[in-house]
């Protein structure tokens, strides 16, 4: 990915998160915390954050940083398309078609750096995404001295029921840990994203951003199990599952049910009544786990 690719997709994550945490006029925006949010370093996000102030969307005081301004009133959509930050979308808009392809069994299981260039008329800088952002998240690796391959344990449906069913083991107990502790701050961040969701957000979201909503959701309560093992395994689950997730979120009837499942464990965390909020994520998992069972046919190739 070009300089300039980074800055513009940084750009548009950080609108994204001000949009969907509903973020008023005023908030604050620390560097580092955006840079943890959006798992990135402080220079990416410090380039960003200039070219948002340089576009009018925040101000900026002198030793405080930056802020969100009035910009941030109109709709992601128009933000998006003023700064033309969409037209940099074209690493993530491949990452989905080759995970589509690979799904409907187009491509094979082994391949080159070139045949993902040449069938996806990628430039260079382009390929090197794709491909960087495909083996961090686990379903492609290279090969040993030439080319690359697929990880046939993520090409059928049934790997992602088996991924629900570990996190059913893991979850519950999570927050069952001696040194579970939630903050405050992740707990009300955690329920404005699922009322900006309920308020419209399950439409209008893309595939990406509803995956990383239900993955920021769920690391952010086994984080505050404190357990290094559970927090290992689960944020090396949500790598190479969504390869699968996505194509599920094709039907989001089942959303609007999940969100206010996810505001009712939020609310039993908050309340300390941390048995009743670990039965409850097993209910929940179970309740996601059938959803996905019973549309087995999105999930085929």
């Excluded at 990135?40 to 940083?65: C, F, M």
């Excluded at 941030?72 to 940099?88: C, G, H, M, P, Y």
């Excluded at 391959?149 to 840990?177: C, G, K, N």
């Excluded at 609007?256 to 909020?277: D, F, G, M, Y």
């Amino acid at each position: 990915m070009t300089t300039m690719d980074a800055e513009s997709s940084i750009s548009k994550q950080i609108v994204e998160l001000v949009k969907s945490q509903s973020w008023e006029v005023g908030t604050h925006l620390p560097a580092q915390m955006l840079a943890d949010r959006l798992r990135v370093s402080r220079q990416p996000i410090n380039t960003a954050l200039a070219l948002l102030h340089e576009n009018g969307l925040l101000t900026r005081e002198k030793n405080k940083g930056y802020f969100v301004a009035d910009g941030f009133s109109e709709k992601t959509s128009d933000i998006v398309q003023a700064l033309r930050l969409e037209e940099n979308d074209v690493v993530t808009s491949v990452y989905f078609r080759i995970a589509d392809d690979l799904l409907k069994g187009d491509l094979p299981q082994e391949f080159s750096e070139q045949l993902i260039k040449n069938t996806y008329n990628l430039t260079a800088s382009q390929l090197n995404a794709v491909l960087s952002r495909i083996a961090k998240e686990g379903w492609a690796e290279r090969k040993p001295g030439y080319g690359w391959i697929f990880s046939s344990m993520l090409l059928t449906p049934d790997s992602l029921l088996q991924s629900y069913r570990l996190r059913l083991a893991l979850e519950p107990a999570a927050l069952l840990e001696p040194g579970f502790r939630i903050e405050r701050e992740v707990l009300e961040r955690c329920r404005a994203t699922e009322l900006h969701l309920l308020d419209g957000g399950i439409e209008t979201a893309t595939a990406d951003e509803l995956h990383n909503r239900g993955v920021r959701f769920h690391e952010s309560l086994v984080e505050a199990s404190g357990n290094a093992f559970f927090i290992d395994t689960i944020k090396r689950v949500n790598r190479v599952r969504r390869l699968l997730s996505y194509r599920s979120m094709r039907r989001r009837d089942r959303y609007p049910e999940h969100c206010r499942q996810h505001l009712h464990i939020l609310e039993l965390l908050e309340r300390e009544r941390n048995e009743e909020a670990s039965a409850f994520m097993k209910e929940h998992l179970q309740y996601t786990l059938s959803s996905i069972a019973k549309i087995g046919d999105i999930l085929q190739p």
